[in-house]
């Protein structure tokens, strides 16, 4: 199974001739690829697989995800860290802030 991670593009930069940004994940900001989203904005919310923006979401459809994420995250009791930290890393989002 695959699982896309929405987050708010907070900053977009060139590096070594790859459009990069960084990525708000409930409070957590995390380093991810945008090459396959050249038409993204700072402000936009994308959906994020293995560090990797693969698609544009509006704000509504990454509300209604976020509530998914707490349901799971309240179903398992892991308290410890945010829930949309724990699905990116448990996807490979890794740690690039």
């Known amino acids: 199974m695959c699982l896309g991670i929405p987050g708010k593009l907070v900053e977009l930069r ?3 001739e790859l459009m990069m940004g960084k990525v708000e994940f409930g409070g957590i900001v995390k380093e991810v690829c945008m090459a396959y989203l050249p038409e993204a904005e700072v402000g936009d919310y ?3 697989h293995v560090g990797f923006a693969i698609s544009r979401i ?5 509300e209604e995800i976020f509530r998914y994420v707490d349901e799971i995250e309240q179903l398992s009791g892991d308290a410890d860290e945010p829930p ?5 890393e448990m996807h490979g ?3 690039g802030s």
């Open 93 to 95: 989002e890794g740690d």
């Open 14 to 16: 060139q590096q070594d």
């Open 58 to 62: 509006d704000e509504s459809e990454a």
């Open 46 to 48: 994308v959906l994020v």
């Open 84 to 88: 949309a930290l724990r699905a990116a």
